[in-house]
């Protein structure tokens, strides 16, 4: 059974501070990993995607991937009060179009 | 526009009833899927489509049923067969090829009372 783990939360954090989601897998041959942010009442929306071990950056947002550690991580830099809403890591298993393996989400609230 | 379109927004219906959710997509995707999300849970998958005329269970399929008869098109029925029908209903589509993300629609709110 392949599993992706998240800490369902809540995370609180201060505006302006730096918000760090992470997520563990079980699929040592996992290929890639999305983090998709959901507000509530709406869809997921994909903010990060990452493939290779190490950091990848956009905007304020920074995806990290230790692919021996089966461990990745979304770190939101200058949170804002826009950014409370649930972040919920994908693990692609293998390649090609098997379905995504989702974790449960984190819970993020940023306090003004 | 490009993307997919999932309608309605909100159905309401009487127990005992089956009710058919839409999912259409001009995204040219092949892969399409049917997700349930419960309040605070996460995203359960129901039935997948890699391509058309052909799909498979996800891990809660019983009393659900789907077609792929067109690449655009992949509608849900909720059969009275499903014990706790009411949920959010998620469609999404995923383009062929390695590593490629989900791109979701915006959502059916399913109440059975």
């Known amino acids: 059974q392949k599993e992706v783990e998240q800490n369902s939360g809540p995370l609180s954090v201060p505006e302006g501070a730096i918000a760090s989601l992470n997520c563990t897998y079980s699929d040592r041959g996992s290929q890639s990993f999305f983090w998709y942010r959901q507000y509530s009442g709406k869809s997921p929306e994909l903010i990060m995607f990452i493939y290779s071990n190490g950091d990848k950056e956009d905007g304020r947002f920074t995806a990290q991937l230790n692919k021996a550690s089966q461990y990745v991580s979304l770190l939101i830099r200058d949170s804002q009060p826009s950014d409370s809403a649930t972040y919920l890591c994908a693990v692609n298993p293998i390649s090609g179009n098997t379905p995504l393996v989702f974790g449960k989400g984190t819970r993020l609230s940023v306090i003004a | 526009d490009g993307g997919i379109t999932q309608s309605p927004k909100y159905l309401f219906r009487k127990e005992g009833q089956n009710v058919t959710l839409s999912c259409e997509q001009n995204?040219?995707?092949?892969?399409m899927y049917w997700y349930r999300q419960d309040p605070g849970q996460g995203l359960r998958l129901i039935y997948y489509?890699?391509?058309?005329?052909?799909?498979q269970k996800g891990d809660i399929a019983e009393g659900y049923s789907v077609s792929r008869e067109k690449k655009e098109s992949f509608p849900l029925t909720v059969t009275s067969a499903q014990k706790n029908p009411t949920a959010f209903y998620l469609c999404?589509?995923?383009?062929?090829?390695?590593?490629?993300?989900?791109?979701f629609g915006n959502g059916t709110r399913l109440t059975v009372t």
């Open positions: 489509s890699q391509i058309v005329n052909d799909f």
């Open positions: 995204l040219n995707h092949d892969a």
């Open positions: 999404a589509t995923r383009q062929t090829g390695y590593n490629s993300p989900l791109h």
